[in-house]
């Protein structure tokens, strides 16, 4: 079992029963749907946080080239 979680946190399993366990969780190396896979494993009010920033950040983005377009327009 203990592998299994060592695995699962991509450390190896002395790392994972030590004292001193600093596991660095980066997911800047990921593909798109491996990131997906890590967001569908939080809890849900974490989930709810993510997809709020993500549409935030695109309609952010939408309204940018909304307003960029119709004043080159001009």
Known sequence: M???IADALEVDLINLIEDKLSIDIDSSDKSLTEKIKLISELDEEQQKSIFTFIDTAVANKR???TLTSALNGM
């Open 2 to 4: 203990l592998q299994k």
């Open 63 to 65: 309204l940018k080239n």
